[in-house]
């Protein structure tokens, strides 16, 4: 079929709690979200069958739509009516623990850096991160292997015509791990080489004849390149066809998708790319799941001047099946201080551990809710730091370097994610996507992210950001419609100032504003305060907000900025608490901060 | 409204248990289809490879790596004994040699004239796997292992830590108080022990210490049971904990009492010999861990019994979810529109009946079937 003319997509996403399904459809000349069903994922006994949650998710769908999408246990595609099934119907996944892969370089801090991002672009969750100065004994690294039991393995290592040596030792390494996937006895692990192309010899004639070995070009040819887009092919092929294949129902499930299972973190990164191409901006995205918290950023590397897009996967960080991996990282103490009213220690830890081995329920008390909206703003910070970490320009790079760098003292190598230089934030994931008021979503992402300066936000309307991934690869057009209409809800701008006062009330900043339906905003907010000012989506405020002497928006210390801001559906946030953030030490103190913080937000108090 | 599934874990008296034992790599399988095999009978044997010692022989040598190959004394797949010369190299008209031995024995899997190390693959390490239940075996998977079946009564918990092990159930004395400290005696050594309500860290290390098998309750406190651990646990992958007894927790973590339905079956059991494994997995292909109680002989009339299903009206379940978490009650409705909660979400819920006689709205999400 001529896909350019389909007017009816269904979408599922099958996430490792809950699948999704929306309906989209052209009517009159533009193509809208119609509906969404969601179901339990059913990876699980008793079910161990994906597509049981699937039809069950799309059975909801098609009573809320009046649609017909379902024969029995089938879904129509392609279409047999005007009302009766859709164009075409896919899917990307997240279930079945995702793709699992341990990546190997010569150097941890180039090539096998390089190796990782490659395998995080394909969707991957990178278990290890292997490499000859890691500061681990050959035996340790073995032992390591063995414990994992990776999908997949990358192997990258060396620019062409450089070492062959160590390459060798790597992948001797792995042949005596000697380990075995975990899906299938007697299936040969599946390693990507994407190092040295001289080595390939030497790799294959070492583990050629025990793992299935596959060459792609190297991903760090010269020591100023890093080329990754065939390793991510390759691990994206791997990905259907062994992991995929193993996980319960999928092998059924891929034979009724119109085309491939993508994995979702790929299809959100997707979507994050096109948004970010379109407005020319710097972005900062998240998804944060159950069971783990992916970011997206896409920066300016000012060595090269391009837009470079990254991806983490913080496979640990999540807010129900991780949940208590948050509370172990960040500490109990960390957690408690988001909450606004009083809370025993035990009773919170049992609370966090219940959402832990019932990961699909959901809170149905305020205080419940303001619980995990607390564990949220330490899962997204946590994740935050992870990103910073591997999103870097090429190190080992030399720079030429102009008098103003020389004074600058940048290293290669450094962080792409300048916060002050971030225009926008979209949230995505359960906890954001679905939090009861909007405002709440963006307050969370001020916390767990805490932005500096103007940043507008955003938030996933319902969490469809992969299924928009996957339509933008067949449909970009319809992909693009439905994404900017009902599926970035604009909360407004946010405008955050770094630095402190010595105490709270002290003047923080002024602004002088002109909105675009003719009203004027001359006020002055305090350190210590946080001012909610209405802006609906579509109008604009612009004109200049001048710091006190301790704080910057952007211009640095004391210097008036001019800026443009944007209405959205929460409005304009002036957050003078100051960055880096820091709460009342007494208990009692910082809970009342937090309930005025809420009041001046717009949202109900909890003491 | 579609179908309406709910998690649930299972409670049954009569079931067919199969198990699925499976090497972690191809080995041998001991024993024949038809075999009965007690929970220590081992049903397979493999080779786990050894550990594969790098030889730097290029250096050892002081020679270029590409000359490695022309300097071994053997071939690929050649066995060599400890301390054996495998490659030499003579120099100064033959006045000179220098040589490469084996640290240890084993054999050759591979030369690499690119880095100049020779690998020796020590010799493999025998794993043995047990039938864990009492049963039949009634599938030999060719290499791998046996599915054993038994008919048995199962009983799925929500939480565990420990691994596999068997003793004869015990219900404590007072199953409806908290196990303290001073109630594991020694007298429970070799027991899985059963109480209803919780069981504090100090009892569970007590109970560790004593030789207790098993310890099956409704719930612990999480602070005690990472006192216990020493450390937090991070995400729900269990099994492997060393405290010296298994836990099963039928409901999870604070103050809760097991549902009266599991608590009657295990009450039954008494004295009768079980398995018991504490391996959680809360994750896809979730694993929960489980008692099991083969029943003495063959019990034809047995299902294989699902847990969870479909809600309905009439169906018995349990909140998970706090408020009244824990609490047991019946549906009474399953609304189709979508109902504004405290929190301000609107959620699909479900009206119920509880067994304190107060009539609740619940998030549809937060029960499970019983």
Sequence with gaps: ?607 | MGTAYTPGLTVTSNTIVRKTRKLPIKGTVLVNVGDRVEPDSTVARADLPGDLDQIKVAHMLGANPAEVPGKMLFKLGDRVEQGQVIARTTYFFGWFKSEAKAPSTGTIEYISDVSGNVGVRLPPRPVELTAYVQGTVVEVIPDEGVVIETPAALVQGIFGIGGEREGRLHVMPEPDRTIEERDITKELAGRIIIGRRLITGAALRRAGQTGVVGVVVGGIVDKELVDLLGYEIGVAITGDEQVGVTLVLTEGFGEIEMAHKTFELLRSLEGRDGSINGATQIRAGVIRPEVIVPHPGSASDATVAVGGGELKIGSHIRVIREPNFGHLGTVTALPHELVLIETGAKVRVLRADLDSGEAVVVPRANVELL
């Design chain 1, 1 to 607: 079929m001529d896909i350019e003319k389909s007017d009816s997509f269904l979408i599922t996403d099958c996430g490792s709690t809950t699948t999704k399904a929306i309906l989209i459809l052209k009517k009159e000349g533009s193509y809208r979200l119609i509906d969404r069903g969601e179901a339990p994922t059913t990876v699980e006994a008793p079910f161990d069958d994906v597509t049981v949650g699937v039809i069950t998710a799309v059975t909801e769908l098609q009573e809320i739509t009046g649609r017909t999408l379902l024969d029995g246990n089938k879904i129509i595609c392609p279409k047999r009516g005007p009302d009766e099934g859709v164009d075409l119907f896919l899917s990307t996944s997240s279930a079945g623990g995702g793709l699992q892969m341990c990546v190997a370089g010569v150097i941890k801090t180039m090539t096998a850096e390089s190796a990782e991002r490659a395998a995080l672009g394909a969707g991957a969750i990178v278990i290890d991160v292997l490499a000859v100065d890691d500061g681990r004994k050959e035996y340790e690294r073995i032992e390591r292997i063995r414990h994992l039991r990776p999908d997949m393995f990358l192997l990258a290592g060396g620019t062409d015509g450089g070492t062959k040596t160590h390459l060798a030792d790597l992948a001797a390494t792995l042949l005596a791990a000697d380990t075995k996937p975990r899906f299938g006895v007697g299936y040969q692990l599946p390693v990507i080489y994407a190092g040295n192309v001289d080595a390939r010899e030497a790799v294959h004639d070492i583990i050629g004849a025990k793992m299935a070995v596959q060459d792609v070009a190297n991903i760090r040819p010269r020591l100023e390149e890093e080329n990754l887009g065939p390793a991510r092919e390759a691990i994206h092929d791997v990905f259907l066809e062994h992991v995929m294949q193993q996980a319960p129902g999928y092998s059924k499930l891929m034979g009724w998708v119109s085309g491939e299972i993508m994995p979702t973190p790929m299809a959100v990164g997707r979507a994050v790319q096109t948004f970010a191409d379109d407005e020319k901006a710097n972005v900062l995205a998240v998804d944060i799941g159950g069971a783990t918290t992916d970011i997206f950023s896409v920066f300016g590397d000012a060595r090269t001047g391009e837009q470079v897009f990254n991806r983490t996967v913080s496979a640990n960080y999540g807010m129900s099946y991780s949940i208590c991996n948050v509370l172990k990282e960040a500490g109990i103490a960390n957690v408690a201080k988001w909450v606004p009213f009083e809370i025993d220690e035990p009773h919170l830890r049992n609370m966090l551990r219940n959402k832990m081995i019932r990961p699909t329920t959901i809170p149905s008390s305020l205080s419940d809710l303001l619980i995990e909206q607390a564990i949220s703003r330490e899962a997204l910070r946590l994740s935050l730091d992870h990103h910073k970490l591997l999103a870097v320009g090429l190190k080992g790079v030399q720079q030429q370097r102009s008098v103003s760098d020389a004074f600058a003292q940048t290293d290669s190598g450094g962080t792409l994610v300048n916060l002050m230089d971030l225009d926008w934030v979209i949230g995505s994931g359960g906890v954001l996507s679905h939090a009861p008021s909007r405002t709440q979503a963006a307050w969370m992402m001020l916390d767990g992210f805490q932005p500096q300066g103007v940043t507008h936000l955003a938030v996933d309307s319902i969490f469809m950001m992969p299924q928009i991934g996957i339509l933008s690869e067949l449909h970009p057009a319809a992909a693009s419609e439905v994404f900017r209409r009902d599926c970035l809800i604009v909360l407004g701008s946010a405008v955050a100032a770094v630095g402190h006062a010595k105490k709270d009330g002290a003047p923080c900043l002024t602004l002088n504003l002109s909105t675009s339906d003719g009203r004027t905003i001359s006020e002055t907010v305090n350190y210590g305060q946080m001012r909610l000012i209405p802006l609906a989506l579509g109008q604009t405020a612009q004109g200049t907000i001048s710091p006190a002497k301790h704080f910057d928006i952007g211009s640095g210390p004391g210097r008036t900025r001019e800026v443009k801001l944007r209405g959205g559906v929460v409005g304009l946030i002036i957050d003078c608490r100051g960055i880096p953030r820091r709460l009342p030490e007494a208990d009692g103190t910082r809970r009342s901060k937090l309930n005025e913080w809420a009041e001046a937000l717009g949202l109900p108090r909890v003491e």
